[in-house]
């Protein structure tokens, strides 16, 4: 059975930093695209970022350059790190296998404020 499980949410004020992790089980994370999601109260679901095989990465335009997905396939970990949060950063995140199916972690909370 797939799952992940994600860690690493909590209260940071505005500029600071998290990182986010995604332990799976019940797949070898090294040859899937993996993704991170964020869903703010009353606001649609979106991907924040993606990784492939490769190592190869895509952002949404809100945290280009402010935060870095990343892959430990010898741990079957993904993780986000996440520079200059704002307040707008503030959601729960999930990390979820990429296509058409519905293998999502539980999340896990980020609030940004002071």
């Known amino acids: 059975q797939v799952q992940f499980v994600e860690s690493g949410g909590g209260l940071v004020q505005p500029g600071g930093s998290l990182r986010l992790s995604c332990a799976a089980s019940?797949?070898?994370?090294?040859?899937?695209?993996m993704e991170w999601y964020r869903q703010a109260p009353g606001i649609q679901r979106e991907l924040v970022a993606r990784?492939?095989?490769?190592?190869?990465?895509i952002y949404a335009e809100s945290v280009k350059g402010r935060f870095t997905i990343s892959r430990d396939n010898t741990k079957n970990m993904v993780y986000l790190q996440m520079n200059r949060l704002k307040p707008e950063d503030t959601a729960v995140y999930y990390c979820?296998?990429?296509?058409?199916?519905?293998?999502w972690g539980q999340g896990t909370q980020v609030t940004v404020s002071s």
């Open positions: 979820k296998l990429a296509g058409p199916n519905n293998y």
């Open positions: 019940g797949i070898i994370l090294s040859i899937y695209v």
């Open positions: 990784i492939d095989s490769a190592g190869n990465t």
